[in-house]
């Protein structure tokens, strides 16, 4: 069996009757992935509270897995209870392409690259919605905003589950999607 670099193996050996038996911890499901896209957007403000909504999000969506066939909400990530309690106001877009100060400002960026990377690797997106603007940090036509009564859905259609994984840079947000190994018979 080869198993990804770092893999810590700890085995027993356990004596049964006459057999012997080797019992081995399952492996790190996280060791076994593989990436299938990456989509990365500049930050367009260095407004702290807009960061650490984009933070906030980013630490959100990173641990959760999508099976095979499943619809994700980012809604259900982002409007999930208590969750108000975690943003900050920030600046959003409203409806009449105006900034205005909301709870949760920089929260479309991260559905924005997470769209971007859903479409580059061939994920079915089952809603998305557009800015009443452009955005400054994606081609016109590639953002995704998230509002109330609005979403970004994507399918898992690969044959594996995916997860999603998010950095905060400097300058500069990265969500990658990663597709985990079918496992080891």
Known sequence: MILGAGAIIL?????????????????????????????????????????????????????????????????????????????????????????????????CQVSTTLYNAALSCGLEIVEVHRHARPVNYVPRGHDATLYEDQDLKIRNTRLQPIVFRGEVEEDRLTIRILERAAPLR
């Open 11 to 107: 085995a027993a050996l356990v004596l049964y009757g006459a057999r012997l038996r080797l019992f081995m911890p399952p492996v790190r499901e996280h060791s076994r992935e593989r990436e299938i896209a990456r989509y990365s957007t500049p930050f367009s403000s260095r407004d702290p509270e807009r960061l650490h909504n984009i933070r906030v999000t980013v630490d959100r969506l990173s641990r959760l897995a999508v099976e095979p066939g499943e619809v994700f909400s980012l809604k259900s990530v982002v409007y999930a209870p208590g969750m108000e309690k975690l943003y900050k106001r920030a600046p959003v877009m409203d409806d009449n392409g105006k900034m205005v100060e909301e709870l949760g400002g920089g929260i």
